[in-house]
């Protein structure tokens, strides 16, 4: 079993940038593909970027491609998100989730795929 916790989270003007980590422990997150995920206040928590097991994939959603970048270090046991050219409609809960037993170059875009999720991480971006 592997814990997550995210962290860098904050408040942030629009056109900021800002890079969130997901920390892993309990396990080598390099068992693990990874996914972000993000829930606004009265919405449904909706995909963000995903990335595999050893980093050579990933996929973004629409609304944040070209702006955000995951990656992973798996030596660090640590994933991350850099967002840039933030709005406001970019102002959720980040999630970081892990899901195991899977092949090395899958990326999960569902939130039901995935066994293990973090605390979350707020992210405001004023106008």
């Known amino acids: 079993q592997v814990q997550l916790v995210e962290s860098g989270g904050g408040l942030v003007q629009a056109g900021d940038s800002l890079r969130l980590s997901c920390a892993a422990s309990g396990r080598t997150l390099s068992s693990y593909a990874m996914g972000w995920f993000r829930q606004a206040r009265g919405k449904e928590r909706e995909f963000v970027a995903a990335i595999s097991r050893l980093g050579h994939t990933t996929n973004y959603a629409v609304s944040v491609k070209g702006r955000f970048t995951i990656s992973r270090d798996n030596a660090k046991n640590t994933m991350y998100l850099q967002m840039n050219s933030l709005n406001p409609e970019d102002t959720a809960v980040y999630y970081c989730?892990?899901?195991?037993?899977?092949?090395?170059?899958?990326?999960?875009?569902?939130?039901?795929?995935?066994?293990?999720w973090g605390q979350g991480t707020q992210v405001t971006v004023s106008s």
């Open positions: 989730a892990a899901k195991a037993s899977v092949p090395s170059g899958t990326t999960y875009s569902l939130h039901t795929s995935y066994d293990y």
